[in-house]
């Protein structure tokens, strides 16, 4: 690089070095100021679901005839993974995921497939069958949660308030939906007695074509008129509890007054479908997704205006409350870390100002704010956010950015002391110490390649980790060699030149050049040493506790009930009701927020919302912070313990970072036979129920109900001219009713319903005593065409890839990491899993599937990563013995990582991963710079050994500083949850890798055989 001389030119070109340095800083602070701000990166949940409503159908049924042909199709997607299929009585769901290295831009083009193939697949499915219902936006993640509620007021009136407040909140800038939640669908009942129809010779179809007579839609036509079409409206909606009554019927030449023989009332669907409550009052929730890519503080503020504005505006007595506010959360976890970061950056600046001098300081300090500022512009430019894993990755690299500055600003030191002007010692700077910072700033930069480029949704979450720490560093690589020489002409001060005598030649440089001589005289003893340290290290990484991602530090803590499988939603809803009546008593407690029949919705990205089912109910309990949610969770498992709601499985646990798994322990019992399977599945519960680290075992099945299985008289329906649909529909219309009109509303259309009179329907026990209405009129009991018989059927069935599919799953001790319990288990189920028939297998999910994914995605860039590393070596050494020595220095830092995470408890997860591959990109920089040294001293006529030691004393300063500047700067990272484990493993890391540069590495280049002949040159 000695062709073209940039930081000859920029200390030339004093005008066009000061305008950019201006131009940037401004630019840079206006970028900071302008880039979205977020909690959390973005990324691709490739999910959709798709439901199939048949009713009336068994589970069995539903999963054989309704799931299995659509199954069948979506497995001919590109892209397919699995579908895991829900069915229970009259209802599939169906989940389908795309494969873990999905790329991002190709998801929606396969949603678009899978609906278009559900859609084309339609017609073989049973008559009767309704469906599929296809939501692929099942991944919008929900910014804000407001809940409208009134204490007096009807469910309708609030309804309809719900619709106005959703118009003025899609005008607010920024959001780009709202969706409504927790509405129960208003009715229109019509009462009739099944005796009296009877009597009176009438049927219910008698009733319900009367009345659909009077409510369709029929053209009346319309009179042409030279002023203009006028159109006859002959219709009446049926909009009005009296205009029903009023319905007259004629059968037999008789005609009746329907308000005569039923009574028509408004009410809402029952059962109902989702309940949602807050703090125990019956509710709405209104979910507010933002649009992709804008800022969380500004519509956050927006959002603040516009609720004043609502609640001003509403009826009196309801309520608009935010009950889940993202720019709360953005605001804070982006004020922690620009805490923590400018902690950092003054670390640096003050470790600059003490080690080097003021004025020297000064110039190495200005280069870390400016460095910022071009990283600010790209991160502008390229359209990323101030988040939780941008603003890691610039603490990350604050650590890194001083590096360069130093060693330039070093080597002008030194040239200056021996009597250079000021633009040659910059432009002695450049041709000496531009390439090997280069080479070094490029290896850093192709550790973190693995991270940057994993096709998995940990990669995707983690990626910007690989950008932000190449920007920063390629950027300070430039401002190293542009704006420090340029600074450095303009602030250093005038050094005393001694011709005589080395700067290195100083009491302190002494000695360490005796302890470098005393280190390569017993090089191997020291070499020895070293493979021993690490063999150790290595050994000891069995001891430190594994981990994927921690618990996040969200204030939220969550509460699943879980009743038995094929309980009603009123029972459902009695026992969460127990539990949030307790929670609300509890200290800690802000709100209670209950969603009953389904999971919560999607407001935390590492969330997946649960499926309808009314046997379960999810709990969203606000909190102050992480320790009083903490505190609380560990009051409500002693309570649960206790016996609060003891008829149902009542779960307390918190969001985790990272990809989502509903428990950390999963095992999948998969098979052809479903009671084979069910038979495995209970074994497996034994086992991982007899780890005394494991609770709250259970599996996603569930015992078989009791259904009633009317066998009818085929003979005798015949003789009394019925038909079994006959016979379903007036059994129907006693029980649930049946659904007759649909009857306009404001903008609702609300659902007609007959049905029998309370009386009728009020004791199933009496169904036999229930009396058809034959043809002629005739009042036939049940019991008369047929028996009544008890079955047991399946409440629910799960299928993964059309194999019956039951899950095992657990809690675990909170001490302890899902690994840990995850390794012990396995070795306990190695016997069963050996003697299970040919077909059926048990397979390893939940915490440790997902962290094996992200493992698995990386693994195939190492091999890329190496190369590029060794021909970016091979390149700046000229030398393959240089390179493999330099590649060998890579796993060293496990030296110093081991015992740290081991001293201050800290797992080894995704993050520290992430840390152990970025350390060794920069152990292998500061080795590649060391021997970049012993060259240039080479070609200045040195023996080998002088070479090496002299070599050694001239980098001791810029090495220790910059690893100084870097464990200082990771350690406001060490109480983050999030980044605790990588920031101790770089700070542990990086000490070692200073006493490897600065003492291992010169007994090994002198051990290495054939060093002398290779590194002459």
């Not at 001060?493 to 470098?516: A, G, I, K, M």
């Not at 081991?898 to 520290?912: D, K, S």
């Not at 700070?987 to 007994?1003: D, M, Q, S």
Request: charge should be neutral; hydrophobic fraction near 45%; glycine fraction near 8%.
């Amino acid at each position: 690089m000695k062709a073209f001389n940039l930081s000859a030119w920029a200390v030339r070109e004093r005008a066009i070095t000061l305008f950019l340095i201006v131009a940037l800083a401004l630019s840079g602070a206006y970028a900071f100021f302008a880039l979205g701000r977020a909690e959390e990166p973005s990324f691709t949940v490739k999910t959709l679901t798709a439901t199939v409503l048949w009713p009336g159908a068994t589970a069995d049924e539903v999963q054989n005839l309704v799931a299995d042909p659509l199954e069948k199709r979506l497995q001919e997607l590109t892209w397919y993974d699995r579908v895991e299929t829900m069915t229970r009585p009259g209802m599939a769901v169906m989940m389908l995921t795309l494969k873990d290295n999905t790329s991002p831009s190709v998801v929606q083009e396969e949603f678009y497939q899978a609906r278009k193939k559900l859609g084309d697949s339609a017609h073989v499915l049973p008559r009767g069958a309704i469906g599929p219902f296809v939501n692929d936006e099942y991944s919008d993640v929900v910014f804000t949660v407001y809940t409208l509620e009134g204490k007096d007021a009807p469910l309708s009136l609030v309804t309809r308030a719900a619709e106005t407040v959703r118009e003025k909140l899609l005008h607010v800038p920024g959001v780009e939906k709202v969706a409504i939640v927790g509405e129960q669908p208003e009715r229109l009942y019509i009462d009739l007695s099944h005796t009296k129809l009877a009597e009176l010779g009438l049927g219910v179809t008698d009733i319900t074509q009367a009345i659909q007579a009077r409510n369709d839609v029929v053209d009346a036509g319309f009179v042409e008129t030279q002023a203009g079409r006028l159109y006859v409206r002959t219709r009446q909606p049926l909009n009005h509890p009296d205009m029903i009554e009023n319905t007259t019927i004629s059968v037999g030449g008789r005609t009746l007054r329907l308000g005569d023989i039923a009574q028509v009332r408004e009410g809402y669907e029952e059962p109902p479908e989702f309940l949602a409550r807050h703090n125990n009052q019956t509710a709405l929730v209104l979910n507010v997704v933002m649009r992709p890519g804008w800022n969380g503080l500004k519509l956050g503020d927006a959002l603040s205006h516009a609720e004043e504005s609502i609640n001003r505006s509403l009826p009196v007595g309801l309520t608009l409350t935010r009950i889940v506010n993202q720019a709360q959360n953005i605001h804070a976890a982006v004020g922690e870390f620009m805490l923590k970061f400018f902690v950092a950056l003054s670390v640096v600046m003050l470790v600059s100002f003490i080690s080097l001098g003021f004025r020297v300081g000064l110039v190495v300090a200005a280069a870390v704010p400016l460095t910022l500022a071009i990283v600010m512009i790209i991160m502008l430019v390229t359209g990323r956010a101030l988040d939780r894993i941008t603003l890691g990755a610039l603490i990350i690299s604050l650590g890194l950015l001083v590096d360069d500055a130093i060693i330039a600003i070093e080597m002008m030191v030194v040239k200056l002391e021996e009597g250079m002007n000021r633009i040659a010692a910059a432009s002695y700077a450049w041709s000496h110490t531009a390439a090997p910072m280069l080479a070094g700033t490029l290896v850093t930069i192709i550790g973190f390649i693995p991270i940057g480029f994993a096709q998995s949704a940990a990669g995707e979450y983690a990626g910007n980790i690989f950008w932000i720490v190449a920007f920063a560093l390629i950027t300070s690589w430039f401002v190293a060699v542009i704006f420090t020489p340029y600074l450095g002409v303009k602030f250093l001060p005038d050094f005393r030149v001694t011709h005589d005598q080395s700067p290195y030649h100083s009491v302190r440089y002494e000695r360490f050049r005796r302890l470098v001589r005393g280190v390569i005289a017993h090089n191997k003893a020291v070499c020895a040493g070293v493979v021993c340290l690490f063999v150790l290290a290595f050994g000891g990484m069995g001891f430190v506790r594994q981990q994927f991602f921690p618990s996040s530090d969200r204030p939220e803590l969550l509460a699943e009930v879980t009743m038995p499988k094929g309980a009603s939603i009123q029972s459902t809803a009695v026992a969460t009701r127990k539990v949030s009546d307790w929670l609300q008593k509890q200290p800690e407690t802000l709100s209670v927020t209950s969603y009953i029949g389904g999971g919560a919705p999607r407001f935390f990205l590492a969330y997946n919302p649960e499926l309808p089912d009314p046997a379960f109910a999810k709990i969203v309990i606000m909190t102050a912070d992480a320790k009083q949610r903490d505190r609380l969770r560990d009051s409500l498992r002693q309570a649960v313990g206790n016996g609060l709601a003891s008829e149902a499985r009542v779960r307390a646990t918190e969001f985790v970072f990272g990809p989502y798994t509903h428990y950390p322990i999963m095992y999948r019992v998969m098979g052809p036979d479903a009671q084979t399977v069910r038979h495995i599945a209970q074994q497996v519960s034994d086992i991982v129920r007899a780890d005394p680290d494991t609770r709250q075992v259970n599996t996603d099945w569930g015992e078989k109900q009791p259904s009633l299985h009317f066998v009818m008289n085929q003979g005798r329906l015949a003789q009394l001219g019925l038909s079994p649909e006959t016979v379903s529909r007036q059994t129907r219309f006693m029980l649930q009713g049946i659904n007759t009109a649909q009857i306009p509303e404001d903008i609702r259309a609300v659902e007609l319903v007959v049905r029998s009179d309370g009386q009728s329907r009020a004791n199933p026990a009496r169904l036999l005593d229930q009396e058809l209405v034959a043809s002629n009129g005739r009042r036939i009991p049940l019991r008369q065409i047929g028996v009544l018989e008890y079955h047991s059927e399946e409440p629910v069935l799960w299928r993964r890839d059309r194999i019956p599919t039951i899950t095992v799953q657990a809690d675990i001790n909170d001490q302890l990491q899902p690994p840990e319990v995850t390794a012990r288990l396995d070795k306990a189920l190695r016997s069963l899993r050996a003697a299970l028939p040919e077909g059926y297998r048990v397979e390893t999910g939940g915490n440790t599937e997902e962290s094996a994914k992200a493992n698995a995605a990386m693994a195939p860039i190492f091999p890329i990563m190496i190369l590029l590393m060794l021909g970016v070596i091979v390149v700046e050494t000229r030398s393959l013995s240089a390179m493999t020595m330099v590649f060998m220095t890579a796993p060293l830092g496990l030296i110093g990582t081991v015992p740290t995470l081991l001293l201050f408890h800290q797992p080894f997860g995704f993050n520290a991963i992430l840390g152990l591959i970025g350390l060794s990109g920069i152990l292998m920089r500061n080795t590649l710079i060391l021997i970049g040294q012993i060259h240039t001293n080479r070609e200045e006529g040195m023996e080998l050994f002088d070479a090496v030691v002299e070599a050694t004393v001239q980098r001791a300063r810029p090495v220790i500083l910059t690893a100084l500047a870097a464990i200082l700067a990771f350690i406001p990272l060490t109480e983050s949850i999030f980044w605790g484990a990588l920031a101790f493993t770089l700070i542990g890391g990086t000490a070692a890798g200073t006493v490897l540069t600065l003492l291992f590495l010169p007994a090994l280049y002198t051990l290495w055989p054939q060093g002398k002949s290779e590194t002459s040159r």
